[in-house]
């Protein structure tokens, strides 16, 4: 509904509603996007395109007589970090029409005051895509888990993705000055705060590097193998999960929805034994706070769980996006940020068992979830032993 389309886009010639693709624009576009999947930040990218001396969008909208709201810049080339971010969150470039991402306090100001994306209202498939879905998610994931310098100016590649499984608080980077590299280790945040809240629950990082890049080669040799296994086992596997999860949010809800109007009949009794005199006002004031207060947390508890509910029934193993990722990564030799964006969403590291001197380390990927890739690997071993002896 936009005077001015977004760049990448231009209106039809035939039809003034219309979007039809730039081409030479949305090349532009879609290399923003591999470069930032490649594991660039806006500012890298920004770099790179003012070095490339490829104009502006404001520029460039000048230089094409395409309609823009913004005055020529001084220097045509120069991209700056915001304008990349911009970009690279556009729901736009998936072939939709976004409405509603603003709003005006009343008629009479000018000033835009931007709606939660919650509120947006998405049109799907109204214009030709520039990016592919698959590369859209994995570049909102990247973005997600953006990293910051720590105080010894370094940014390690597992930061944000550490997570304790028992109290699952986020695990910290340990690390100083005179540490060789197999010394660095992540720790229990909880553990940091008090010993007597949760364990240690510490691993080396050279450790779980390792087994990070083990089963990250395992995923990628499994699905490239079996890609039309994968994507039924993922779909059960998800469905499952999400089952279970679904029964236990619903059964919780109903019974908060059921106190909720117990407490209501409650309150209004005590209303009414107030007024006749049966409870004095110093008394029906102490027990009707205590039951709203109970029932405003549990409608707020409520409104958590219906909202979760909702997203639950709209969300579906995007098996399609990890594959995209595995096609990215075939020759996977070594980790790095972007790799792991690109597949993980997050580890979560168990205490070490006394007994066995083994920990559980679950690697829930983005799309998929935790799926088990060893078990799947050996079912389609022993699948292939039973074949080869059947033949």
């Not at 570049?139 to 010894?152: G, L, S, Y």
């Not at 999400?242 to 209303?271: P, Q």
């Not at 995209?324 to 070490?352: G, N, P, W």
Request: glycine share 4%.
């Amino acid at each position: 509904m936009t005077t001015i389309p977004p760049y990448g886009y231009m209106k039809s010639p035939e039809d003034k509603k219309k979007w039809i693709v730039d081409e030479e624009a949305a090349a532009v576009v879609q290399k923003i996007f591999s470069l930032c999947a490649s594991g660039k930040g806006p500012t890298q990218i920004a770099k790179w395109l003012k070095q490339q001396q490829i104009l502006n969008p404001t520029a460039y909208c000048h230089a094409k007589g395409l309609p823009t709201s913004n005055k020529p810049t001084a220097d045509p080339y120069k991209w700056t970090n915001e304008t990349v971010s911009r970009i690279l969150e556009r729901v736009d470039y998936l072939g939709h029409t976004v409405n509603f991402k603003t709003t005006k306090q009343s008629y009479k100001s000018k000033k835009k005051i931007w709606n939660d994306p919650e509120n947006w209202v998405i049109f799907e498939n109204t214009q030709p895509p520039i990016i592919e879905e698959s590369v859209f998610l994995i570049v909102q994931n990247i973005r997600k888990a953006r990293r910051r310098p720590t105080k010894m100016g370094e940014m390690g590649m597992f930061s944000g993705l550490l997570y304790c499984a028992e109290c699952g608080g986020k695990m910290y980077q340990c690390r100083a000055t005179n540490f060789a590299e197999n010394q660095k280790y992540f720790i229990c945040s909880t553990y940091r705060k008090g010993k007597d809240l949760c364990t240690t629950h510490s691993i080396k990082n050279v450790v779980l590097h390792e087994i990070v890049l083990r089963n990250l080669r395992e995923a990628i040799s499994y699905v490239s193998e079996h890609e039309a296994e994968f994507i039924q086992d993922a779909a059960e596997s998800d469905m499952r999960d999400r089952d279970a999860e679904f029964v236990r949010k619903r059964e919780t809800l109903a019974k908060a929805d059921t106190r909720i109007a117990e407490l209501d009949r409650i309150i209004s009794r005590l209303y009414e034994d107030n007024v006749i005199g049966k409870l004095s006002d110093e008394r029906f004031i102490k027990m009707s706070h205590d039951y709203e207060l109970e029932q405003s947390n549990l409608k707020s508890m409520a409104d958590v769980l219906r909202k979760d509910l909702k997203q639950q029934e709209q969300q579906k193993t995007n098996v399609k996006a990890f594959i995209a990722a595995v096609k990215k990564y075939t020759d996977l030799q070594e980790l790095d940020a972007a790799v792991l964006r690109a597949f993980i969403d997050r580890i979560e590291v168990s205490h070490v068992d006394k007994k066995s001197r083994t920990r559980e380390i679950t690697i829930v990927y983005n799309f998929i979830g935790a799926f088990d890739f060893t078990r799947a690997i050996e079912n389609a071993r022993n699948t292939s032993k039973k074949e080869q002896r059947t033949a």
